[in-house]
DNA sequence: ACTGAATGTCATTTG
DNA sequence: AGCAAATGACATTCA
């Protein structure tokens, strides 16, 4: 198999190398600004070099084994090789590219590609043969259409007729070599017969999202990362939503244990100062430890954001390993963590436009700290929170009733009661409608892991472990690009002819096939044939006449194992097609007690009423020939029966073949799936351990800015007040009141004995 | 002899 | 209505 997956790897060697060398000779020059060169690097990337590449490649090719490269393939390549190459520009971070031309640009490619895709959407990834014939001029608007035009240009225009006169003639001339060439590899149907299958398969895709997402691998986890990216900032708009009252409530617990009255408003200015400190005074401000969240004008932080973006786009099937692992580009010195950086960076997002005195506490912060250790499985049928909620059980309950605690009666030995409670009230329940009951231990473990000093790193390796312990994930999450994904997915693509491997084999058996039962017809002494008659010849002259129209054909793949139809399948593909057990089959008819187990019932049934065809060409052959055959033979009713008997098992065989295949393609999807979704399940309880962990850092520089407060009140006699006694709380007009907290349980204030102001 | 996987076949449904 | 494909269910084969 000389043209498998080596050729492609070859292939890809060759262009990617051209390719860089173009540009980097391109960027020898005194022009480093590549924004304005942005279109012409399209060009230059995309276009020529790509195709004159892929010319000479296929030359090489046809020089190596002869055989026609599949444009489609070829389609497909260019299209994953320009991505990968951007991604090398991008990777070269002295290069100031205006990343916001870029991310257009990219978008645009994104967008066409989806607007292009129709009415099947893979067509732009499967190189479907749609995408060569039937808009060849919109190819030219495309993101990746001059590596289409002119790849198909050159693979198949370059070849056979290297100059031409004019180009328009050359493009439909081309277009219709393009088509020829499927007609002299293959059946003569192929045009209109592959369009059809080719329609159909598209609008399988575009009912069928798993086959979608299963075939296509690129845009699977394009659609994959977009659809956990919608799911996490649905979760975060949530979030924000209910974040935003948790700030209300933030602020009011705040205030309801500093103030006497009900005070709605945020004081803007506080009398002591206490927010300016929180913000200002470097060991007790929230500020650097919300800054994470809060600054959204970092530009590293847009740049590694792109960074994320682009990476999502352009390497998808790296993007799960690499980034996860920090092996993206990092830009700034916030470690990311993938997707989750998006996330994290929306809800900087959000919190940035927040007042900046605002102490955002998130929801998953604040409820998840209110959460009551271990949830029982009745908790979850009574929870209040209906179906799609969840009340989670998280750590930090533990958390703030034993760790904040301990910081504030450990470290200042006083603990203060009004505040915990009022920070911590411990009836909120989390809603979770992404996080389903599975992920409950897990989440313990995840708690467990906080309580312990839970760091991103053992996130990443929980994720891991979440990834590889699920046992479903084999070789497929790899595997929609990978050669191993073809096995599946051959059912599907090789239909398009995709697979250049494939294709190889399944020619070289269908070549095999045709070629022993031409042997069989052609031989009329031996076998059961007995009336070998022109006619017979004549149809296989419009029909078989090629060897390689096996090779279009869509149910080759599944004919490839027809050809042994006789034989058994036990035979591996290198010798189980080989021209020996054929050749014997008709060569050596009287050997045939001998193989006659091996031959299927149909062919021996057909031997014996001497039929005069192959069982190959009555199972293949088209309705109207088939026909025409059955017609003009003047066949006995017997033999009638058996030759359609023999042809509706032969297809019914091969509609086994691929109702099978199409199961396991479905089973191989959903695997796909569950893979996705553990990710996502990893990457959400990755990036709610580090919430919680801020959450808990903030309470506790807060505790510890309240002692602060409190270590600077004095009474008239100038004697330190115990904060068991005393409350603060905000009052109006920016005041900071001392309330006696006589009776303890009570928090109704009794008198303001003292306004004090603090730095 | 038993078992499970792969494959073939039939009946029926679906498009 | 007729046909081919798809599919469920069962049978067969084989390691």
Redo the contacts with the bound molecule.
Sequence with gaps: MPSGPAMVYLKKYFTEGLIQVAILLSLVGDKVDVGTYLPPWHGMILGPTSALTQAQLHNLRNHLDGQDVNPKAVDLEGFFTARRLLGWVRSLDHLQLPSSELETWLVRREADAMTMGTPGQSAPLDGGPGGLEDHPGESLELGYGPIRENSVDAMVATPRRGQEEDEEELFKEDTENNLLEYSDNGYYERPERAQEDDRRENEELVGDPRRESWRDGGRNYDLTNRELADDLSDQFESLEAQSSMSLQECLQLWEGTFSFGEEPECPDSVDLGLRQALTEDPSLAVGPLLSPLLSREDPSLDMEQQWQDILAIMEPEDMDVDISRGDVPQFGSTQSYGLIDHVHQDVSLHQAILPENSYSFSPSFEDSVHLEAPLRPSQLSQSPSGPNTLPLTLGSSYLIENELPLAVNGSFGNPIPSLQSSLFPEDAVLPAPLLEDVLLDEISFLTLALEEGFNPTQASELEEELDSDSGLSLNFSHSPASPTGSEASSYSSSSSSSSSSESSVFSDEGAMGYNSDVDAILEPEEGAVGGYTPEVSKMCSTSYQKPDRFNTLPWLEHVG?DHTYHQ???NSPTQGKSLKPQKSRYSKPYQRDISD?LW???ERRARALKIPFSNDLIVNLP?EEFNELLTKHGLTEAQLNLIR?IR??G???M??????R??LDILFGLEEGVDGLRRQKARLLKEQAENLRSMREMKHRISVLYQEVFSHLQDEQGRPLPSTDYTLQFGSNGRVLLATNRGSTSEQPKAHKKQDRKK
């Design positions: 194992h058994p399948k036990a187990k299927g019932r149909d309705v008997d509706r098992r297809k019914n065989k509609a086994a073949q691929n109702c099978r199409r199961k």
